[in-house]
Structure formats: structure tokens, C-alpha cells
């Protein structure tokens, strides 16, 4: 069945460092792909999104390309900011037309000033 | 435009005891979907509705019913809660697919204690 699986976190950064945080995935056909960020004490609000391979989504500047060959989609910030602290979910979508994501176990994210 | 939202926001129960999470979207959304979040699990999918009046099982059903009441009201029922539900309940709606594809909206989420 399908899967996505995350790097383990929590990922501890000082302010203005590179971030990526390591997603790959399994599934058949041609899933579509979602990075969602969880403030504290929030639901989750989408990031970015790609819908075919080599597809690059980005947003607040984090960037994300659908790699097909190597089942990834690994999100990346080229310099952090302390509100950027949050948990990151990495998810799939099926091809069929349910819309039903598949989510992996989330990254926590702290930057310090 | 409220977005999604659910309520409450924070309960506990007893053993036993019975409760419905309710669910709302403003959005005209069809599709609608219930998941829980646990700790290093990331959220996983109860229950969803692809359109009013049809529901369809997730990965982690049992124990849970729902009821699509219309086309905005997706509630999620715990007939006997067990401490194995304590988690965070989170209600989503999906916009339409297009050639951007779809994107689902979160609601703030219910946590749940069961003692």
C-alpha cells in the first residue's frame, strides 16, 4: 500500500541556517505530493503542493521537487526563521479521486534566535 | 468565511462514555474526512465522505461512527470511549480537484482525553 515515510525529528536550527527535512514515499500510479506545516496549537494549513514529477512547489520560500526516480520530495529553506518552528508533515495522494492523504509521522522543527 | 470548524476544542471522558465531535465547513466542499493525530504516527484517516449522504471507511475505523448531515456537517460519534482514543481529532474538507489538483483544509482540531 501506499506510504510516506520522514526523517525523525526534532530538527534543532539557529536562525538563518539551511533546513531539509527528508521525505520518501511509496505508491502506485502517480500520487500527487503535499508538505503541511502544524503551528503549536493549530490544525494543519498546506505549505506546498506538486501534482507530476520534476513539479517544484514552493511557498514562503521552502521548496519541494517531485522526484519519481528516487520516490522523494524532500522540502527545503535556504535560511530560517525562528516563526518557522512548527511540525512538518510530508503526504501523499492517491491516484484515484477520493482525495484521502496518507501522512508521515512529522517532523518537529525548532529554530533558535 | 469561517473555513472549517469543530467543536469542542477540549474534552474528557470516562471509560464507557459516549460522545459526538461535530464538524462544519463554509466552503461548499463535498468531500469531507475525519483523522486522528498520535505522537510519532502522524495523522491517519477514521472516516470520510466523499459527498453528502456516503461515507466510507479509513484506516483506523473501528470504534468510531460518522454521520454526513448534509453538505457543510460531518460529525464523528464515540458510542464507548476507550483510553486507546485520547488523541487529537482533526476534521478536513477538499476543494474540488483541478489541474492544480486539490487541497484539503484543516479545522483547529479536538483533544480528546479518555481516563
Known amino acids: 500500500g501506499n506510504s510516506v515515510t520522514q526523517m525523525e525529528g526534532p530538527v534543532t536550527l539557529s536562525e538563518e541556517a539551511f533546513l531539509t527535512i527528508n521525505c520518501t514515499y511509496t505508491a502506485t500510479g502517480y500520487p500527487s505530493l503535499f508538505w503541511y506545516v502544524q503551528y503549536p496549537g493549530e490544525g494543519l494549513q498546506l505549505l506546498l503542493k506538486a501534482t507530476k514529477a520534476d513539479d517544484k512547489g514552493s511557498n514562503k520560500g521552502f521548496e519541494a521537487t517531485y522526484r519519481k526516480e528516487t520516490t522523494s520530495f524532500h522540502l527545503e529553506k535556504g535560511s530560517v526563521q525562528v516563526s518557522d518552528s512548527a511540525v512538518y508533515f510530508c503526504a501523499l495522494s492517491g491516484s484515484g479521486n477520493t482525495g484521502k492523504l496518507i501522512f508521515g509521522q512529522g517532523t518537529t522543527l525548532q529554530v533558535k534566535p | 468565511n469561517a473555513g472549517v470548524t469543530q467543536t469542542p476544542k477540549f474534552q474528557v471522558l470516562k471509560t464507557g462514555q459516549s460522545m459526538t465531535l461535530q464538524c462544519a465547513q463554509d466552503m461548499n466542499h463535498n468531500s469531507m474526512y475525519w483523522y486522528r493525530q498520535d505522537p510519532g504516527m502522524g495523522l491517519r484517516l477514521i472516516y470520510y465522505?466523499?459527498?453528502?449522504?456516503?461515507?466510507d471507511k479509513g484506516e483506523v475505523p473501528n470504534g468510531y461512527n460518522v454521520s454526513r448531515l448534509n453538505k457543510r456537517e460531518f460529525s464523528l460519534r464515540l458510542e464507548s470511549a476507550a483510553p486507546s482514543q485520547t488523541s487529537v481529532y482533526f476534521c478536513?474538507?477538499?476543494?474540488?480537484?483541478?489541474?492544480?489538483?486539490?487541497?484539503?483544509?484543516f479545522g483547529p482540531g479536538t483533544r480528546l482525553t479518555v481516563l
Open positions: 478536513a474538507s477538499r476543494s474540488p480537484s483541478g489541474r492544480s489538483g486539490s487541497e484539503q483544509f
Open positions: 465522505s466523499a459527498s453528502e449522504g456516503t461515507t
